[in-house]
């Protein structure tokens, strides 16, 4: 059984909050809203409440967790090691979608690190997040709350879909404000290595922090121009709506020609196509879904994965997606469509 309760983020109810962490420190596993996207979450001092994740999401366990805390002196009993540079960026960013790898303090269960000497950590930016945190009296583990290779949820309808029946409790809070995850940087080396671009952006981060940071080989770098003239079929999906994504990048005009002649062809073999937009030019006929997005990095943040769940609703057997450019949040966005896509277009 799911219990579900309704908390406005505005007027927290506090014996609302109140029931949920109890459940945390009973061992049970909860979803609830942040700033990104919805975490499901449990006691990360408890190795056994942490395993429930695992199970409820269907995720591998050697994917490690995020930490959530509530302040700044919690981060002592997460972390062994808080170098300068991390201090500078917290000061910044936190509470917000700044996701730190840092060395873990030795009592944080091998089941959130994954068996890893480190641990990701932030604070979330969501005063429910932090209400929970704080009377649970423990930090709180959580991925996104959504079975493992979907989209993350950013609602509690999505959150429903997905976990109902899994765990103990959702709070609906609402509509989540960002709607992609939060950026990992790892400050266990230097310069800080992105491992993963999110709400917060690369031009943030190197603005504070006065120096370059480098990137994953997994992360796409914003100025290196990679060729993909046809990459059909990439190694896994990620982030994936049910149908097949098709993804087009490039100068604008030819995108969206592009774009127009895939779902001709799609629908000349009776496929039931679902386009987003991320522009309003020149609108693409004959299709079965068109979903405009947003006109502005963060509302294409804001709706990607409420759209991929839209045209799943809908049945759609392809999904023909129009590319962004890769400045400041758009780096974050480009990244969740591409690890989507099955197949990424450049022209
Ligand atoms: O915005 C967010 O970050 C959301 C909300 C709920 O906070 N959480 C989230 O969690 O996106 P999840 O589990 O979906 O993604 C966590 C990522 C995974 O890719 C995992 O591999 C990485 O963090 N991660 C966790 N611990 C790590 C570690 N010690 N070293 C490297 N990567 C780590
Ligand atoms: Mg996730």
Redesign the pocket.
């Known amino acids: 059984m799911t219990l579900v309760i309704s908390i406005h983020p505005q007027h927290i109810k506090k014996q609302r909050i109140r029931h949920a962490a109890t459940l945390i420190k009973q061992g049970g596993i909860v979803v609830f809203p942040?700033e990104?996207?919805?975490?499901?979450g449990a006691d990360a001092f408890n190795g056994k409440a942490i395993k429930k994740i695992f199970t409820a999401k269907g995720?591998p366990s050697n994917?490690?967790?995020?930490v959530?805390i509530a302040t700044y002196q919690q981060l002592h009993t997460v972390a062994a090691h808080i170098p300068h540079k991390a201090r500078t960026l917290i000061r910044t960013f936190w509470p917000g979608?700044l996701?730190l790898?840092l060395k873990?303090a030795h009592h944080v269960p091998k089941e959130v690190?994954?068996g890893?000497n480190?641990?990701?950590v932030?604070i979330?930016n969501h005063p429910i997040a932090l209400a929970l945190i704080k009377q649970s009296r423990t930090a709180i583990a959580?991925?996104?709350?959504n079975l493992s290779g979907k989209p993350?949820p950013t609602t509690a309808a999505h959150v429903f879909h997905d976990m109902n029946g899994k765990v103990d409790c959702i709070i609906n809070g609402g509509t989540c404000k960002i709607g992609?995850?939060?950026t990992?940087l790892?400050m266990t080396v230097d310069p800080p290595l992105l491992?993963?671009p999110?709400?917060i952006s690369i031009e943030q981060i190197e603005k504070i922090l006065k120096q370059p940071i480098a990137f994953h080989p997994a992360v796409s770098h914003p100025k290196q121009k990679v060729s993909f003239a046809k990459a059909p079929g990439m190694k896994y999906r990620h982030y994936a709506p049910k149908a097949q994504l098709i993804l087009v990048e490039g100068k604008h005009h030819e995108v969206i020609s592009k774009m127009d002649a895939f779902a001709r062809m799609y629908k000349k073999k009776q496929k039931k196509v679902g386009i987003i937009r991320c522009t309003s030019d020149g609108m693409l006929k004959k299709v079965d879904a068109t979903l405009f997005i947003g006109n502005t990095p963060q509302k294409v943040a804001h709706n990607l994965f409420t759209a991929f769940r839209t045209l799943d609703h809908k049945g759609m057997h392809i999904i023909i997606a129009e590319g962004i450019d890769e400045k400041h949040i758009g780096l974050a966005v480009m990244n969740r469509m591409r690890k989507a896509a099955s197949r990424i277009i450049r022209v």
Do not use: C, F, Q, W
Not at 36 to 40: C, E, I, P, S, W
Not at 63 to 66: A, T
């Open positions: 942040t990104t996207v919805y975490g499901l995720r994917n490690p967790l995020i959530h979608p996701t790898i873990k690190t994954a890893l480190t641990v990701a932030r979330p959580a991925p996104s709350a993350s992609v995850e939060s990992i790892d491992l993963r999110g709400g």
